[in-house]
């Protein structure tokens, strides 16, 4: 199974902030990485697919870089709606498999 | 617009079975992967199951492997989860999404497993 180390596991943030979360692969996925955003007690949303490309909706300030075994997320000026936890996806290999979440909170 | 509307979750008896619907609409359904996501109370996010738009592939987590099947019906534009022999751990929000890489979510259906 391909495992999803995903870092941090929480961090603080204030409005305006740029924020990084790093999901690193056991073994290369080429760009089979989704990104998601879940506020709590609501469903996921996808914001980003193939690693880097913004689904379409989502604001531009989230982008999505890497390929291989390295991923980030980056979100730049967090604004208030922003603030919840966020989750990595490999689909390059059965099982399919998320990193174990990163909680944005305000500062 | 995409539309994914979840039901069939409720109580159960460990061992019981229960099955999940998932209706969709606002795309062309029988073009589209399933999949089947859960979350249990307070966890993070873990895929359970998908199947090919024609039917004929379907994969499963380890942890589900023989007790839960897929299916999936193109006339009607519904994917189910038939659960059986569930177990405590089952305990969870299960979610129906569009394709591999889950680009749409349903709202999700509680499955509560307990005596």
């Known amino acids: 199974d391909i495992q999803m180390t995903q870092s941090p596991s929480a961090m603080s943030a204030s409005v305006g902030d740029r924020v990084t979360i790093t999901c690193r692969a056991s073994?290369?996925?080429?760009?089979?990485l989704a990104w998601f955003q879940q506020r709590p007690g609501i469903a996921p949303k996808r914001l980003i697919y193939?690693?880097?490309s913004l689904q379409s909706g989502v604001p531009s300030r989230f982008s999505g870089s890497g390929s291989g075994t390295e991923f980030a997320l980056t979100i730049n000026n967090v604004q208030p709606e922003d603030f919840a936890t966020y989750y990595c996806?490999?689909?390059?290999?059965?099982?399919?498999?998320f990193g174990h979440g990163t909680r944005l909170e305000i500062k | 617009e995409v539309q994914l509307v979840d039901s069939g979750g409720g109580l159960v008896q460990p061992g019981g079975s229960l099955r999940l619907s998932c209706a969709a609409s606002?795309?062309?359904?029988?073009?589209?992967?399933m999949s089947w996501v859960r979350q249990a109370p307070g966890k993070g996010l873990e895929w359970v199951a998908n199947?090919?738009?024609?039917?004929?592939?379907?994969y499963f987590v380890d942890s589900v492997k023989g007790r839960f099947t897929i299916s999936r019906d193109n006339a009607k534009t519904s994917v189910f989860l038939q659960m059986k022999s569930l177990r405590v751990e089952d305990t969870a929000v299960y979610y129906c999404?569009?394709?591999?890489?889950?680009?749409?979510w349903g709202q999700g259906t509680l499955v509560t497993v307990s005596s």
């Open positions: 996806l490999q689909h390059s290999s059965y099982p399919i498999t």
């Open positions: 193939a690693a880097s």
């Open positions: 199947i090919k738009h024609d039917g004929s592939e379907t």
């Open positions: 999404a569009t394709g591999r890489d889950l680009s749409s």
């Open positions: 073994q290369g996925i080429s760009n089979y």
């Open positions: 606002g795309f062309t359904f029988s073009n589209f992967w």
